[in-house]
Each structure stands twice: as structure tokens, then as C-alpha cells.
């Protein structure tokens, strides 16, 4: 599964940069998909009701160019998942 992912301790902000970041590239939105916007914990808690489904890889969805405060703390995500995958941008 893949979702549009952007970590900032505060949801709003993440809502204002992902947004900034997505106008940028010259759209509104990245599909008809949960956005998951915000906290580790709630980037977590968007993606564990998949897990309970069986989903066991998350590919995080970045729209160039990429989010470096979101790469570097991804990790924050998975600590709070346990063994569930993660795959972002290397860069």
C-alpha cells in the first residue's frame, strides 16, 4: 500500500507544507487515498488499521522535490509499528 505521507510535529503545519509542496508541483491532491499528515503517532495510527488487514509494506508517496524532515524521522513511524516496512525516497 502506499499512502501521501508528511511528518510534522504539528498537524497543521503538516497540512500547510504539504500543500505548498503539492501546489508546487502543480496539483491539488495526491489521489483518492488517506493523506497522512501530521505526528509519527498519527502517521501511525493511519496506517495500522491496514496492518490489522495484512498489509506489511507502506511506501511513502512524495511528490518532489522530497520532504527531507519526513525522510529523516520515518523511523519515528516504524518504531511505533513494530515490523512493518517502510519505503521512502532515499536521497
Same mark, same amino acid.
Given at each position: %500500500?502506499? $499512502?501521501? !505521507?508528511? !511528518?510534522?510535529?504539528?498537524?497543521?503545519?503538516? +497540512?500547510? *507544507?504539504? #500543500?505548498?509542496?503539492?501546489?508546487?508541483? @502543480? =496539483?491539488?491532491?495526491?489521489? *483518492? &487515498?488517506?493523506?497522512?499528515? @501530521?505526528?509519527?503517532?498519527? /502517521? =501511525? *495510527? @493511519?496506517?495500522?488499521?491496514?496492518?490489522?488487514?495484512? $498489509?506489511?509494506? /507502506? !511506501?511513502?508517496? %512524495?511528490?518532489?522535490? $522530497?520532504?527531507? +524532515?519526513?525522510? *529523516?524521522? !520515518?523511523? +519515528? &513511524?516504524? +518504531?511505533?509499528?513494530?515490523?512493518? #516496512?517502510? #519505503? =521512502?525516497?532515499? @536521497?
Amino acid at each position: %500500500m502506499s $499512502f501521501p !505521507i508528511l !511528518i510534522r510535529n504539528e498537524p497543521r503545519r503538516a +497540512e500547510a *507544507d504539504w #500543500a505548498a509542496l503539492i501546489t508546487g508541483n @502543480g =496539483a491539488t491532491t495526491a489521489g *483518492d &487515498v488517506p493523506h497522512l499528515l @501530521g505526528s509519527p503517532e498519527l /502517521v =501511525a *495510527d @493511519g496506517i495500522r488499521p491496514y496492518l490489522d488487514l495484512g $498489509f506489511r509494506t /507502506v !511506501i511513502v508517496r %512524495m511528490p518532489a522535490p $522530497f520532504d527531507r +524532515e519526513t525522510i *529523516d524521522r !520515518i523511523g +519515528e &513511524v516504524r +518504531e511505533r509499528l513494530g515490523q512493518v #516496512a517502510l #519505503a =521512502a525516497p532515499r @536521497g
